[in-house]
T-cell receptor, first 111, second 115 residues
Framework: DAKTTQPNSMESNEEEPVHLPCNHSTISGTDYIHWYRQLPSQGPEYVIHGLTSNVNNRMASLAIAEDRKSSTLILHRATLRDAAVYYCILSPGGGADGLTFGKGTHLIIQP | EAGVAQSPRYKIIEKRQSVAFWCNPI?????LYWYQQILGQGPKLLIQFQNNGVVDDSQLPKDRFSAERLKGVDSTLKIQPAKLEDSAVYLC?????????????FGQGTRLTVV
């Protein structure tokens, strides 16, 4: 399985943008990049996904490097409720099959 | 729409005992997943169902774990007998179909403690 590398933890201030990096240098041409997050004592929650182009939704933006070997999840204005573990996952089929979660990035938001 | 329902939320058992977890996916979701999440780690897929058939159970410890989804709706995951290392959160998830651009919806999980 193609693997991803994320920082163990990051810290940001409330109401500021947050950029969460993910490296996936062994990504294949058909792998989609998915992001999920897990709030304390909750199951993971889908955030966003993309293949080649940058993507935006109501929760976040996903910026994908031109060579697709890295991506960045962008939270435009962090709130305390965004404190969670963020997982960057490669999906061979593009969907939810066989998601392989790493340890993710623990995002800490300071008030 | 209602989310993925799991029960119980918490369970404490002694080693070598049996335990069962129940999951009701979102209505209309054909695909159901069971994940195991050990403290400090990301979730690990145990088994995936498409309707009532098994798609992937390569990481399920079949000597002690079993799962079924008889009518293609709700599912149970059983551990018999439990070991100390089975202490974890067991997460159920569902998705509408096996296709691109689909996402998994997770339940809150069942926290199992084996003593």
């Amino acid at each position: 399985d193609a693997k991803t590398t994320q920082p163990n933890s990051m810290e940001s201030n409330e109401e500021e943008p947050v950029h969460l990096p993910c490296n996936h240098s062994t990504i294949s041409g058909t792998d989609y990049i998915h992001w999920y997050r897990q709030l304390p004592s909750q199951g993971p929650e889908y955030v966003i996904h993309g293949l080649t182009s940058n993507v935006n939704n109501r929760m976040a933006s996903l910026a994908i490097a031109e060579d697709r070997k890295s991506s960045t999840l962008i939270l435009h204005r962090a709130t305390l409720r965004d404190a969670a573990v963020y997982y960057c996952i490669l999906s061979p089929g593009g969907g939810a099959d066989g998601l392989t979660f790493g340890k993710g990035t623990h995002l800490i938001i300071q008030p | 729409e209602a989310g993925v329902a799991q029960s119980p939320r918490y369970k404490i058992i002694e080693k070598r005992q049996s335990v069962a977890f129940w999951c009701n996916p979102i209505s209309g979701h054909a695909t159901l997943y069971w994940y195991q999440q050990i403290l400090g780690q990301g979730p690990k897929l145990l088994i995936q169902f498409q309707n009532n058939g098994v798609v992937d159970d390569s990481q399920l410890p079949k000597d002690r774990f079993s799962a079924e989804r008889l009518k293609g709706v709700d599912s149970t995951l059983k551990i018999q007998p439990a070991k100390l290392e089975d202490s974890a959160v067991y997460l159920c998830a569902s998705s509408r179909q096996r296709a691109k651009n689909t996402e998994a919806f997770f339940g809150q999980g069942t926290r199992l403690t084996v003593v």
